[in-house]
Each structure stands twice: as C-alpha cells, then as structure tokens.
C-alpha cells in the first residue's frame, strides 16, 4: 500500500498506518513533508525542543532526529504495542517513509488520506526547521 502524505493529518495518518501494519501489510508513505499537524504550534515547539535536551553529559538523554520522515516515523511507532520485540517490531520493519516521491512510485496509484481540520494546521516541514 502507497499512501500521499499531501494534506493527511498525521495523528489519523499513523493510527491507520499502525492499524494496517499490524495486519501484515507492507506500507510505503510518500511526501511526508507535506502532512499536517495540527493543534498549537507552540505547544509542539516545545514539546520537540524538551525531547532534544540531553540529561547529565552531551552522550546521555533522549535524542529525537526533526527530519520530515523521522518525525512521521516516531508518531507510527507510538501507536504500535510494544515497538521492541514481537508484533510490533515485525510491523514497524514493515513501514517505510520518504521525502518526495521516489523513482519507484512513480505512476503508481497512490491512496489518499485527506482529513478536514477546525482548529491551527502548520506542516511538519515547519517541525523541522526548529
């Protein structure tokens, strides 16, 4: 399955994804810098910046990448039980995400998850560049 991050809210985007992984498919998410997050923006800044700070020495703490696809990546990976071991390492093995549309997928038939949204929406290639 082909899935065109263009416009796809990325909470409703990773549980589908997750869903569908763990059932046994192989999922590809093309322009995953175009999907929306939305919610306070502020409120992600500093969510992003608390996870980037490193605890005792510079080896130690929880590095989190702010690439497009990794951001993606992480929000799936929240979704799946237990991402370690058993099922749900088997299911994030099978999700792939990418920048752009790769030679591979190209004149493929992508599926579409466009959502609607209320409130703010800002794009995660804005995530990326704090």
Avoid: H
């Avoid at 005792?56 to 929880?62: A, D, F, K, V």
């Avoid at 792939?96 to 599926?111: A, D, I, M, N, R």
Wanted: glycine share 10%; charged share 35%; net charge positive.
């Amino acid at each position: 399955m082909i899935i065109n991050g263009k416009n796809a809210i990325l909470g409703r985007l990773a549980t589908r994804v997750a869903k569908e992984a763990l059932k046994g498919e192989e999922i590809s998410i093309v322009n995953c810098e175009q999907i929306v997050v939305t919610g306070n923006k502020e409120f992600f800044k500093k969510k992003l910046e608390d996870k980037r700070k490193r605890l005792g020495t510079t080896l130690s703490g929880p590095k989190v990448s702010r690439t497009n696809e990794k951001i993606v990546k992480r929000a799936i990976r929240g979704m799946l039980p237990n991402y370690r071991v058993g099922r749900g390492r088997e299911a994030f093995k099978r999700i792939k995400c990418y920048l752009g549309v790769p030679k591979e997928f190209e004149g493929k038939k992508f599926e579409n998850l466009e959502g609607k949204t209320k409130g703010k929406k800002t794009q995660i290639k804005e995530f990326a560049k704090w």
